[in-house]
Nanobody, 121 residues
């Protein structure tokens, strides 16, 4: 059974940091690009970041570039999103997705259920 399970979300004050994890199983994780998306009730789903299968290439939405870092550990089938200097507008449900390309418009093969990030002002 394919699984992508996000964790690490929570409530944090503006300016704080969180580290999200996405644990994958049931498919060839090391052969897939992995991306992070976010969504809140007032916005459409937004692509946040993507990382190549090797971890050598990272792409970011301009809204998070310089604050967020995506990384992966293929030996542990896990991808991370380090989020620093968090702002209230970062509040959203964060999802990881596997497959496709490094940009937001790509089709994804698998999606996780999401983890909630809430940034207080």
């Amino acid at each position: 059974q394919v699984q992508l399970v996000e964790s690490g979300g929570g409530l944090v004050q503006s300016g704080g940091s969180l580290r999200l994890s996405c644990a994958a199983s049931g498919f060839m994780f090391s052969g897939h690009v992995v991306s992070w998306y976010r969504q809140n009730p007032e916005k459409e789903r937004e692509w946040v970041a993507g990382i190549s299968v090797s971890g050598q290439t990272e792409n970011y939405a301009k809204s998070v570039k310089g604050r967020f870092t995506i990384s992966r550990d293929n030996a542990k089938n896990t991808v991370f999103l380090q989020m620093n200097s968090l702002k209230p507008e970062d509040t959203a449900m964060y999802f990881c997705a596997a497959g496709g390309g490094l940009y937001g418009g790509s089709r994804r093969d698998y999606w996780g259920q999401g983890t909630q990030v809430t940034v207080s002002s």
